[in-house]
């Protein structure tokens, strides 16, 4: 039966497919590829434990269980999206794990300004909005010992060809696509691959430089700097202004006490959204 991936896709997922656009690359080969998964992060996850490479990729065409940051459940439909997870060794400390959620922020954002020019934001930590509303979410997720890295998963979920009456009701609002923000489908074999490539030129320059290699794109696509904020601390809501992020991807903001704060997990939002 044709889904309405194949009547929009020259060339739909399938294993054969990825595995000839990724040949031979740093990252996203092998790859993997199934229909239908509990979720990509999960099997990576298994797979890095059963010592899969470096640049190792799960491809799914739905997720079951797909995982969203901070328990949420990340809604992965047939026939439309892309849900990814890579698994990366970087010879890193533990503690600068989070970094590579930004690294991969950076990545997309730089991939998807490429196809729609105006309105691809960063959103602190892990969102990718495009004219304020969600079209892909990060999950990085590690295994470490006490002072290394075993390896880390980092998961990427892109709303490619999603009508808006295709999102549940709670979700049109908030979330959009790549279809819905350019006026036409893409084709997800080509978001992958373009994806990617861009993951592995972002992560060459973070293993090379750091998070200071990454950092002023960083700064342009989140476009945060002197913005009010309304950050939550733990059980606390704190507004502030954002004053920078530091070389090891801590969000700086001065709340309005006057205090210092950095930002290390949690979700913020901007004061005025
Ligand atoms: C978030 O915004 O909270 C993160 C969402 C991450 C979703 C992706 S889809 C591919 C990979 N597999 C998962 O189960 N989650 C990530």
Redesign the pocket.
Known sequence: METIADALESTPLSEERLGAVMAGRKLGFPVRYFPEID????LAWRLAGEGAPEGAAVVADA?L??????N?S?I?PPGANV???LVLRPLIAPAAAPQLTLVAGVAVAELLSGWIPAGVRIKWP??ILIAGK?AC???TEMKSAAAAVDFIIL???INVNMNREDFEPSLQETATSLKIAAGRPFDRLEVISALFSHLETWYRVFLSRGFPGVRETWLRHADILGRPIRATFKEEARTGVVTGIDADGTLIMKDTAGIIRRVLAGDIQLAKE
């Open positions: 979720s990509t992060n999960l997720q269980q797909g995982r969203g940051r901070l949420r990340w992965s849900y990814v997870s892990n969102d969600k979410g990060i999950l998961g990427i979920g």
